[in-house]
Structures are given as C-alpha cells and as structure tokens.
C-alpha cells in the first residue's frame, strides 16, 4: 500500500523537524520544506494527499502554495497555519482548506489529518 503523503511547510526549522517527527506513521510519509521554492518542487516531485503550509513562508505566502497546490489537484486537502486567525483564508482556499491557529495543538492536527485522510 502507498503511504499517504503530507507537504509540512515551515519556516522554523525546529518546529518542522519536530513535527515531522511527531506526524509520521507506518502508513504517513511526511516530506518537510521551509520555504514555498521547496514546498514548489516537492509538489512537482510526488503526489501529495495533504499540504499542511505556514501562511508567512521567508519567500513568500504559503497561501500562494496552497493556491498552486489547489490548481494542480482541486481537492487536494489544505491546512493553513498561522499565528492568527485564518479561518478567512482558508475560506477563500475553498471547500478542501481548513485553519489551524499556532501554536499548533499536535491533538488537533492529528484528528484533522485523521478526518482528511479518509
């Protein structure tokens, strides 16, 4: 069985590596980039089932990811984080984006994931 892919996008070093620690699994394959040129190529390199993006990216906005993510794949599911509320964002994202507020509860981004990976 092919793993189910996720795209965590974010700047702060410690915190990707960190949660790419927390979010793998035997079934998930979490592919890490810190910036929206490494979140670009990523996406060209595999198919990705969920994109997870910091909405303040050092070269750029993750929104603009999750836009270029969105024309690729149309309903490919999208969590923008950001240390405000993005529930607008993720609004004008459409029907497959959601908003996660940092500091992010790892809780709350497991059930999400959970929910979006059926």
Known sequence: MNPF??????????????FIDLLAT?????VGAADGAGARQALRAQPVHLLVTDVHLPD??????????????????VIVC???????????LGPTAHALRKPIDVGELETLIDRLAR
């Not at 892919?5 to 960190?18: F, G, S």
Request: aromatic share 2%.
């Open 26 to 30: 035997a079934e998930r394959q979490i």
């Open 60 to 77: 750029g906005s993750g929104v603009d990811v999750a836009r270029e993510a969105l024309r690729q794949n149309p309903t490919l599911p």
């Open 82 to 92: 950001s240390g405000h509320d993005a529930t607008a964002v993720a609004r004008a």
């Open 5 to 18: 892919v996720i795209l965590y996008v974010e700047d702060d070093d410690l915190t990707r590596e960190l």
